[in-house]
């Protein structure tokens, strides 16, 4: 069916614009039409979640391969994608050993940097924002940084806290911007001229989906429903939190306020830029927020850090909250557990979600990569072994299904896993922070 849109159309309105997801009925995925191989396969993902203070000693496991592969406790809400991860023990980073503290493991846990004490903020680029800078020209985003615990600047034990806060870095001394403002994320990836931000997105781009329902497809003009109300449903949902009070905290000053040096934009008035008092609907928020950043093809890179190493988050909503994070980590109890198992919800939520949108042959998940890390194994600082788990295959390079043990390996460097995972998608490099070899069997 010939037809002026493509893949990479996007659809326009006064100060917002979304691109297209996968059609079968739109041309390839580069900037023109040309029948191509590369152009008509979808894009390749990357999402990084990070979840502080590492999780129960006794139920961080994986036995078997493929759909009979046993999972620990904490492992049991992935239990459906069993055949679809890649669980990998025994890796580490050797610089993290060295201050045996949150912010001296936390810091480097995508780099495998250095890091200066004293106060100094000096690690490296974070493999993420390598992929950033080689591929974020072709998205509207290169790179989204999300998290749902705000970051600390004060010093611990001679390093500072800072290195808590941020796992992804742009550059030595500069940790990529972090949002933890839901309405500012969702602002980021459809918002052109914020001067315009009081419209739903959806109005604004109401004329061009309806040029483009005529078209395509039926089954396309299905999948373009579902996936304009996936945008609603967020928008709605942050903007419900707003009216219902159920937000803290107040919004950054756009005309003064920096975040780590970089000068806000100003913001319209619509959503408010609060952070939602739930913490389950915060990491809610963030993970449709990220799987409308896939799905949009707004970006190919995103970071979820879902709590602080050294966290202070607690969890009423699990009827857990007589402590905080950190200090419940360094208890091996039930409840433990159960804030383990709520955060392996969240990357689960988002796997499900990317798994539901048909990509052809393959699915918005098959297409991604998910990794989960943590800078320690348990709560007891325990950083001579890091716990891994990937999800999806990178549009089929990965052979997923297996768990992979390191530990007594000559090579088991974290940052040889980014060098295998960063040729996935094209980026081949000779070394990255301590490693100059790749991960045998990734």
């Not at 614009?17 to 996968?22: G, I, V």
């Not at 936390?106 to 690690?123: F, V």
């Not at 992979?404 to 081949?428: E, F, I, T, W």
């Given at each position: 069916?010939?037809?002026?849109?493509?893949?990479?159309?996007?659809?326009?309105?006064?100060?917002?614009?979304?691109?297209?997801?996968?059609?079968?009925?739109?041309?390839?995925?580069?900037?023109?039409?040309?029948?191509?191989?590369?152009?008509?396969?979808?894009?390749?993902?990357?999402?990084?979640?990070?979840?502080?203070?590492?999780?129960?000693?006794?139920?961080?496991?994986?036995?078997?391969?493929?759909?009979?592969?046993?999972?620990?406790?904490?492992?049991?809400?992935?239990?459906?994608?069993?055949?679809?991860?890649?669980?990998?023990?025994?890796?580490?980073?050797?610089?993290?050993?060295?201050?045996?503290?949150?912010?001296?493991?936390?810091?480097?846990?995508?780099?495998?940097?250095?890091?200066?004490?004293?106060?100094?903020?000096?690690?490296?680029?974070?493999?993420?924002?390598?992929?950033?800078?080689?591929?974020?020209?072709?998205?509207?985003?290169?790179?989204?940084?999300?998290?749902?615990?705000?970051?600390?600047?004060?010093?611990?034990?001679?390093?500072?806290?800072?290195?808590?806060?941020?796992?992804?870095?742009?550059?030595?001394?500069?940790?990529?911007?972090?949002?933890?403002?839901?309405?500012?994320?969702?602002?980021?990836?459809?918002?052109?001229?914020?001067?315009?931000?009081?419209?739903?997105?959806?109005?604004?781009?109401?004329?061009?989906?309806?040029?483009?329902?005529?078209?395509?497809?039926?089954?396309?003009?299905?999948?373009?429903?579902?996936?304009?109300?996936?945008?609603?449903?967020?928008?709605?949902?942050?903007?419900?939190?707003?009216?219902?009070?159920?937000?803290?905290?107040?919004?950054?000053?756009?005309?003064?306020?920096?975040?780590?040096?970089?000068?806000?934009?100003?913001?319209?008035?619509?959503?408010?830029?609060?952070?939602?008092?739930?913490?389950?609907?915060?990491?809610?928020?963030?993970?449709?927020?990220?799987?409308?950043?896939?799905?949009t093809d707004a970006t190919h890179i995103v970071t979820l850090k879902l709590n602080n190493d050294h966290s202070s988050l607690r969890f009423p909503n699990l009827g857990v909250d007589y402590m905080i994070h950190h200090l419940l980590s360094h208890q091996e109890s039930a409840d433990w557990l159960k804030v383990n198992q709520f955060f392996l919800e969240q990357v689960a939520y988002i796997a499900r979600r990317l798994d539901a949108i048909q990509e052809g042959d393959r699915t918005a998940l098959d297409n991604s990569v998910l990794?989960?890390?943590?800078?320690?194994?348990?709560?007891?600082?325990?950083?001579?072994?890091?716990?891994?788990?990937?999800?999806?295959?990178?549009?089929?390079?990965?052979?997923?299904?297996?768990?992979?043990?390191?530990?007594?390996?000559?090579?088991?460097?974290?940052?040889?896993?980014?060098?295998?995972?960063?040729?996935?998608?094209?980026?081949?490099?000779?070394?990255?922070?301590?490693?100059?070899?790749?991960?045998?069997?990734?």
């Open positions: 069916m010939p037809t002026r849109f493509t893949r990479r159309t996007i659809l326009r309105g006064l100060g917002v614009s979304m691109a297209l997801p996968w059609f079968e009925s739109l041309a390839a995925w580069g900037d023109t039409a040309t029948p191509a191989a590369d152009n008509n396969a979808p894009p390749q993902r990357l999402a990084v979640f990070f979840a502080g203070n590492g999780f129960h000693r006794d139920e961080w496991w994986a036995r078997g391969a493929g759909a009979d592969m046993e999972l620990g406790k904490v492992l049991h809400p992935l239990n459906d994608f069993r055949d679809r991860l890649l669980f990998i023990r025994g890796l580490y980073n050797e610089e993290a050993l060295k201050g045996n503290i949150h912010s001296s493991q936390t810091g480097n846990l995508l780099s495998g940097a250095p890091l200066s004490s004293g106060g100094e903020i000096k690690s490296g680029t974070s493999f993420d924002q390598v992929l950033a800078q080689h591929l974020g020209n072709r998205t509207k985003v290169p790179s989204l940084v999300l998290g749902c615990e705000k970051a600390n600047p004060s010093v611990h034990k001679n390093y500072s806290m800072i290195y808590s806060s941020h796992i992804s870095w742009s550059s030595p001394t500069t940790p990529t911007p972090l949002e933890v403002y839901p309405a500012l994320a969702f602002d980021r990836l459809f918002r052109d001229d914020v001067s315009h931000g009081d419209a739903s997105v959806l109005d604004a781009i109401l004329s061009d989906a309806n040029d483009l329902r005529r078209t395509i497809s039926i089954a396309d003009q299905h999948k373009l429903d579902e996936y304009l109300h996936s945008v609603r449903d967020v928008e709605q949902r942050i903007t419900r939190a707003g009216q219902r009070g159920e937000l803290q905290g107040q919004r950054p000053d756009r005309s003064t306020a920096t975040r780590q040096g970089s000068v806000l934009p100003q913001s319209a008035q619509r959503p408010p830029d609060g952070i939602p008092q739930d913490i389950a609907e915060h990491m809610r928020l963030m993970g449709d927020i990220l799987v409308l950043a896939f799905q990794m989960l890390c943590s800078s320690m194994l348990t709560g007891s600082h325990n950083a001579n072994q890091l716990p891994v788990v990937l999800l999806g295959s990178a549009g089929g390079q990965l052979h997923t299904g297996r768990a992979l043990d390191y530990l007594d390996a000559p090579n088991r460097k974290m940052c040889s896993l980014y060098l295998s995972l960063m040729d996935k998608y094209g980026v081949r490099l000779n070394s990255f922070g301590d490693s100059t070899e790749r991960l045998a069997d990734v």
